[in-house]
């Protein structure tokens, strides 16, 4: 007798996820001078009413998040105008070894830019620890690296630190980089406990109309 589809899918394994976004909570460490997470809660079950309500305020650059074009380029497009396909798809994360407060080569990556497979790379750097104490001396890309992932057919790439740019940058090398190709960001993952290995990326954006960036869920999934 043929299986049943409850049979099916019972013995097939489940992928595994890894979630890759810092928990938002008001600790969670904002840029200085951003806008920090608050919560105003409007009124609660607890204190009589039918249902809780709470109304956040933020900056859109929370956390795990995605930069619009229009963050650092003049008459570029916001958020909601960018293709989803920018943030869901097959990916792959990639190590390097760089210190704190410098910019990520192409031979800073553990396997080396050759070793690019896909058109979303993630860069797990392990110089922003802890999503809830900032430090200033993180590491960034270098423009060179974006140049040659580009090359590559990469649109987009993921960090593991609050910019793609070094704290101090003002002139943005990196971001401008972006803006040329037309390459996506993503800043702000967990990548530290994420082996290296291709995965499916899943980390939409809201269609926050105008705005210049969004927080996501990112998540990867394990591919079969």
Known sequence: ??????????????????DITPPITPSLAVWPGDTALTRETLCTIDGGASVTLSTLRATVHLGAHVDGPNHYGSGAPSIDARSLDFYLGPCQVMRANVARGARVRGSDLVLGV?????????????TYPDASRWNEDFAALDPALIDALHARGVMTIGIDTPSVDLFSS???????????????????????DVPEGRYELIALPLPLVGFDASPVRAVLRELA
């Open 1 to 18: 007798m043929p299986e049943s589809l409850r049979d099916i899918e019972s013995t097939d394994p489940v992928p595994q996820l890894w």
């Open 114 to 126: 050759d070793a690019v497979t896909e058109r979303r790379i993630l860069i797990a750097t392990r």
């Open 170 to 192: 003002k002139d943005l090398p990196a971001h401008r980089r972006f803006l040329a190709h037309d390459m996506a960001i993503i800043e702000g993952l967990r990548l530290a």
